[in-house]
């Protein structure tokens, strides 16, 4: 159950309604699962549809977030307006009844009276900070010593029941005159010693400006002679330019007869060059040709002695056969009769 005392009225947003302060039968569906009283400023669970104070609900999501009491899956809705129209219809006694208070109020004019319009809520007093009814606050600030006071003429703050009077007034004004006068004085020095400081930078200003004019003079005269020279420079590349652009059109002109020539020597080069190539194919053919007859002439020569190496050798084979055969009476070879 919760319970909440702001200051010293014992009245907060949230109060506890129990069933001593509502004057019908209170519905069980209208009682909050975590306090067990009225629902004060109602909300509802989107998925079990139980209604809790809007307070109560919000630590409990607090401490455990997502978690509904109930259903353990929280998702807050607004109330249905039937819920509205029947707590409207309850009557409830007012907070402050142990302070006099007879006060039966309904559901919907119980904040705005418990809050502002009841006069046995309990206030603070502006001087003693000591709680007192609503009803009697004003006559005890009017007597409470401890009330301050600021006086409208002189500014000065002062307790009630202390003495201020119109002569207290022009004391303290007169007090207050001169502190202003001294610090007068002070502004009067402080004011000399800026006006001397002014005019020693006023002094240094114009000793400043004649420098300055001083060395613009000498700007202007060095810049005079540096426009001079820059156009005497000017003049000499315009001259060099010419002459440049001159013997750049004798150097086009000497390249233009150069490759003139190049070409025609290039082309009796070229015309050489065939005419070397087949003069040299030709030479090349005839040694080749030579070559070749020679070639064949030593290839025949070649084959003649080899012909007749063969013939030498056969003679002497078949005298050796005939010598064979004579000597041993019968064939040199198996196979031969």
């Known amino acids: 159950m919760y319970t909440s005392i702001v200051g010293d009225s014992g009245y907060d947003d949230f109060q506890d309604i129990n069933d001593e302060r509502v004057q019908e039968t209170v519905p069980p569906a209208l009682l909050c699962p975590i306090c067990y009283n009225l629902v004060w400023k109602p909300v509802e ?3 079990c549809r139980r209604i809790f104070c809007t307070k109560c609900i919000d630590e409990a999501v607090r401490v455990n ?17 039937i819920i509205y129209s029947v707590l409207c219809g309850l009557h409830i006694q007012c907070y402050f009844a142990s302070n006099g208070c007879s006060q039966i109020l309904s559901y919907e004019q119980l904040e705005q009276h418990e809050k502002y319009d009841c006069l046995y809520r309990k206030q ?17 600030e009017k007597n409470c010593e401890h009330i301050e006071i600021t006086c409208s003429k002189c500014q000065l703050i002062y307790k009630q029941k ?20 001294v ?26 400006q004649q420098k300055f004019t001083r060395t ?25 330019q010419d002459k440049f652009e001159f013997t750049l059109n004798t150097i086009q002109k000497d390249l233009k007869s150069s490759n003139d ?48 190496k063969n013939a030498s050798l056969q003679l002497k084979l078949e005298n050796l056969v005939s010598k064979g055969v004579r000597h041993c009476g019968y064939p040199f070879f198996e196979g031969d009769d």
């Not at 610090?183 to 400043?208: P, S, V």
Request: overall charge neutral; some cysteine.
């Open 45 to 47: 669970c989107y998925n």
């Open 65 to 81: 977030p997502g978690t509904c009491p109930c259903c353990r899956n929280y998702r807050k809705e607004s109330c249905s307006p």
């Open 124 to 140: 603070q007093c502006r001087g003693c900070r000591k709680p007192f009814m609503k009803k009697d606050l004003n006559e005890h």
């Open 162 to 181: 202390q003495k201020h009077d119109y002569l207290d007034c022009l004391l303290h004004r007169q007090h207050i005159l001169e502190q202003n006068m």
């Open 183 to 208: 610090h007068n004085d002070k502004y009067r020095e402080y004011i000399k010693i800026i006006d001397e400081k002014y005019k020693y930078y006023q002094e240094q200003q114009e000793l400043f």
């Open 216 to 240: 613009v003079k000498k700007n202007e005269e060095k810049q005079t002679n540096r426009v001079q020279v820059l156009e005497q420079k000017l003049e000499q590349l315009l001259e060099s």
């Open 261 to 308: 020539n190049y070409k025609k020597d290039h082309t009796l080069i070229e015309q050489k060059l065939i005419d070397s190539r087949e003069i040299n194919q030709s030479m090349v053919n005839d040694a080749l040709n030579k070559y070749y007859s020679v070639l064949v002439e030593k290839i025949e020569l070649l084959r003649q002695d080899n012909d007749n």
